[in-house]
């Protein structure tokens, strides 16, 4: 069974930090997406990322792929209240594998 | 433009009451999924159509159905709904199987 863990669970941080957010797994995928999601709303597609070492940026978002397609992190730049949301990634297996969630990272950013 | 609509956003019912949820697309995906979550946990897989194909969790209860009557429709019947059903409920679709998936709004459900 593929797993994903997240770390932390649980973030709250103060306006203008920078943060990072950990995706790992004993397992490889064949890609790995992020996803935010606000309080009372569906998750919604941050991105996808499918190559090893990979780097995308999405404005002060930063995501990258491991080397190996077992992990993934998501880097804050100078987090705002609106990044404030749960944060789940996601990993895509071969074949006819259905999407593994982890569990999420809670993130708060404070005034 | 909305491609993953659901509807109701939120549905209150009764202890024991039937009640369906219901999701449509306009991606003309193969792949259809409910989801259940509860109190900022992730998303919990319920179950999934490939096209016509209907694919159950091993755990999802008894208690919850589902029917796809076309590409675009798929519905969440749960026919006794417990107090411990209450939750927000995801439709997503995607392309295949492990490929992105993409979210409607969810429905609140709340039971009374």
């Known amino acids: 069974t593929q797993l994903l863990e997240q770390s932390p669970q649980f973030l709250s941080i103060q306006e203008g930090e920078n943060l990072t957010v950990y995706c790992n797994s004993s397992s490889v995928f064949s890609s790995l997406q992020w996803y935010r999601q606000e309080p009372g709303e569906g998750p919604v597609l941050l991105v996808t990322?499918?190559?090893?070492?990979e780097v995308k940026k999405l404005k002060r978002l930063t995501f990258q792929f491991g080397d190996a397609r077992k992990d993934s992190s998501l880097h804050i730049t100078a987090a705002q209240p609106g990044d404030t949301g749960l944060y789940l990634c996601?990993?895509?297996?071969?074949?006819?594998?259905?999407?593994?969630f982890g569990q999420g990272t809670r993130l708060t950013i404070n005034p | 433009d909305a491609m993953v609509i659901q509807n109701p956003r939120y549905q209150v019912t009764q202890f024991g009451k039937p009640v369906t949820l219901s999701c449509s697309q306009t991606?003309?995906?193969?792949?259809m999924y409910w989801y259940q979550q509860k109190s900022s946990q992730a998303p919990k897989l319920l179950f999934h159509y490939y096209d016509k194909d209907f694919n159950n969790e091993a755990d999802t209860p008894d208690n919850f159905q589902s029917r796809r009557p076309n590409t675009s429709f798929c519905f969440l019947d749960i026919r006794s709904p417990g107090l411990g059903d209450a939750a927000m409920y995801l439709c997503a679709t995607s392309t295949g199987m492990n490929t992105e998936a993409f979210f409607g709004q969810g429905t609140r459900l709340t039971v009374v």
């Open positions: 996601a990993g895509g297996g071969q074949g006819a594998q259905k999407l593994v």
């Open positions: 990322v499918v190559t090893g070492g």
């Open positions: 991606l003309n995906h193969n792949v």
